[in-house]
């Protein structure tokens, strides 16, 4: 059974950068992909970045491109989300998930098998 656990979540200044971390339990597989997702207060849950677990893939939402690095380090199976520049429109709780059956990096939550508890994150402007 796979576990997610996110940490890093804070409230700061716009402009500020955070790192998000996601330490996973259990076995996944270089198939498998990690996605973060960030749900808005009143919004539905939403696709932010996303990564192959075993590969260099990546996919980034068109609002964070340049802005959100996602990485991984398998050997410590953990996984990253660097966001810079922060914006007071990144509010939201953030959700680290895995697709353990993925035969490529899916943007859909429907895909995401495993989910963290989430983290919240607070930009003031």
């Known amino acids: 059974q796979v576990r997610l656990v996110e940490s890093g979540g804070d409230s700061v200044q716009a402009g500020d950068s955070l790192t998000l971390s996601c330490a996973v339990s259990?076995?996944?597989?270089?198939?498998?992909?990690m996605g973060w997702f960030r749900q808005a207060q009143g919004k539905e849950r939403e696709f932010v970045a996303g990564?192959?677990?075993?590969?260099?893939?990546?996919a980034y939402q068109d609002s964070v491109k340049g802005r959100f690095t996602v990485t991984r380090d398998i050997a410590e199976n953990m996984g990253y989300l660097q966001m810079n520049s922060l914006k007071p429109e990144d509010t939201a709780v953030y959700y680290c998930?895995?697709?353990?059956?993925?035969?490529?990096?899916?943007?859909?939550?429907?895909?995401?098998?495993?989910w963290g508890q989430g983290t919240q994150v607070t930009v003031s402007s």
């Open positions: 998930a895995v697709d353990l059956t993925a035969s490529r990096l899916f943007t859909a939550t429907s895909f995401y098998n495993e």
């Open positions: 259990g076995d996944i597989l270089s198939t498998s992909s």
């Open positions: 990564i192959r677990w075993g590969g260099a893939d990546t």
